[in-house]
């Protein structure tokens, strides 16, 4: 990509960008931060921007990221009461990885949503990017299930969702949300590694 093009998609998203999404932006890079350090202010920070983008999702026609939004509001809540309730013999609930059976439902899940929401969005709304829609939202299904059970491999199907997305929010003209992305990229990759040294930590305990 073209480093000038690059700069100047910035500079016209901040001129354009409304206070709205700018609250998103901000919300969603600290529940980012928080979710990698393992913090429990990643829900109600998340909460927020989510509520927010559901509203921005349906403005621009990303209705399957309008769905993911207010799947993501649901799976806050339910995140935010399993990492507040481990079980009795735990302090904390603990990051672990996946074992066969988890990959198995991971998969499924992913499998099973994305050709079932790019067939809605194709023949049931005017979507013009339905098939792409459709990849970051059962990504990013699986990306918040996982997190809420404190899994090594969240951040595997954040990296993935965050890397299609710059490109789609870009096309989309929301160009600050597709920055955001490609900072939601670099942390996810942080997340990763600081997930993997917590899950080594927490297996020798």
Known sequence: ??????????????????WLEGFAVFFG??????SMKENIWVYP??????LIYVW???QYKLY?????????????I?????????KKNQEVLPVTWLDSRGWLSSMGIFLISYPVLAFLLKNYTDSDVPYWDSFTTASAFVGMWLMAKKKVENWIFWIITDLVS???YFYKGLVLTSFQFFFFTILAFMGLFAWI????TYAKA
């Open 56 to 58: 921005i999702c349906f």
């Open 197 to 200: 040294k917590s899950a080594k």
């Open 78 to 86: 339910y995140g935010w009461y399993v990492w507040t309730h481990p």
């Open 1 to 18: 990509m073209d480093l000038q093009f690059f700069f100047d998609g910035l500079a016209e998203g901040l001129k354009n960008m409304s």
């Open 166 to 168: 710059v490109p789609l």
């Open 45 to 50: 920070t998340g909460i927020i921007s989510t």
């Open 64 to 76: 399957a990221d309008m769905g993911i939004n207010a799947y993501y509001f649901s799976m806050s």
């Open 29 to 34: 890079i600290a529940s980012v931060f928080y």
